[in-house]
């Protein structure tokens, strides 16, 4: 995470400091710190939505409960959201079958224009169009790519705005500290 969003997120006061209701448990927070993505100081809830997915279904938001989520919002125009992309298959694939859904939410670009870069990249996780940008809107996404990670309990836990190394012995652990909680 780079200097000026953690710098913003302790002015906000988001950083995880100490227990109470609503933290995120200590073992996680401190395992995602270690990874280099500190967790929100108190978890939000989740704004459900529904979007169509690229496959021709759609998803809602709200049938995630109990699994834990990255959301990503991304473009194919993006140089650090393709450059993510690779690991970020890897981490979808090494935790789906443990409750890892990965949700990656492109911003205004066409079905095909999406179809053809997912293929490009072989990327099997789920693609959802928000081709108006109104979901991206709501979730306050400024800069792409940003990701959201999303707790069992339907929290958002940790807020990363920029490319991100999914792939990461680091970032494995964080993750399985949060399916063990």
Same mark, same amino acid.
Request: overall charge positive.
């Given at each position: 995470m780079c200097v000026p969003a953690l710098l913003w997120l302790a002015a906000a006061g988001l950083l995880a400091q100490s227990p109470r209701e609503g933290a995120v448990p200590p073992r996680v927070a401190a395992a995602f710190a270690g990874a280099g993505m500190p967790v929100l100081r108190e978890a +939000?809830? $989740?704004?459900?939505?529904?979007?169509?997915?690229?496959d021709g279904g759609s998803l809602n938001t709200a049938e995630l409960r109990g699994k834990v989520v990255l959301l990503n919002f991304w473009a194919t125009w993006c140089g650090p959201c393709r450059a993510e992309m690779p690991s970020m298959e890897a981490l979808y694939r090494?935790?789906?079958?443990?409750?890892?859904?990965?949700?990656? +939410?492109? $911003?205004q670009e066409s079905r095909r224009t999406v179809s053809a870069f997912m293929k490009q990249l072989g990327l099997s996780f789920p693609a959802a169009l928000d081709e108006r940008g109104g979901i991206g809107a709501i979730y306050g996404v400024m800069a792409i790519p940003t990701t959201y990670i999303v707790d069992r309990k339907g929290r958002i836990i940790a807020r990363v705005t920029g490319s991100f190394r999914w792939d990461d012995p680091k970032i494995f652990s964080a993750f399985e500290a949060l399916f063990n909680t």
């Open positions: +939000v809830p $989740l704004k459900d939505f529904v979007l169509p997915l690229l090494r935790f789906k079958g443990q409750g890892l859904e990965l949700l990656a +939410v492109n $911003l």
